[in-house]
């Protein structure tokens, strides 16, 4: 995605999908069904301080956000969208070999056919349309798709599985 077009106010990204076969969900020249995907704002980190900058048309669906502790930010892998990355489908997560050839759904790689990211991020207040975070593993500049808070009551408390690798 050009330079332009990521830091460009409410700049719409597209997200390919196509549900006939598995050749055609892997081959972006051949979808047949789009999604057009608006990005909310921009993650900015400079030195050790993290903020998601909101673009003005959407600053009033912050309102009740600074009550929760935490929140779900999704986005855009946006530095990483390139049609090659998007048809590798299994790999070695966290780039480790000592780690088993996983599918792209069974682990949380940057690469896979729609790169939608998802951080669970301590929330330190709003001010505007600035959400300030503890951290976020995002990169400068990334497009933010979406805001959602975190719900405890949400997250499963028991009968939770996860592969050896997951755990280390």
Known sequence: ???????????????????????NATNPAEPNTFFKVFPVGRVEKQGPSVRLRIFDPFVDALLGLEEWSHVNVLYWFDQNDVPEKRRILR???????????????????????????????????????????????????????DLKPFIPTDAPRQDIRVPAWASR
Do not use: E, Y
């Open 91 to 145: 790999v070695h997560p966290r780039a480790s070999q000592d780690n088993p050839l996983t599918g792209v759904f069974a682990c949380r790689a940057p690469v896979r056919p729609n790169l939608i990211a998802l951080s669970v991020c301590k929330l330190l207040s709003v001010q505007g349309n600035l959400v300030h975070l503890q951290s976020i593993d995002a990169l400068d500049a990334t497009p933010i798709l």
């Open 1 to 23: 995605m050009s330079g332009t077009l990521r830091h460009a106010t409410g700049a719409g990204l597209m997200a390919a999908w196509t549900a006939s076969t598995a050749q």
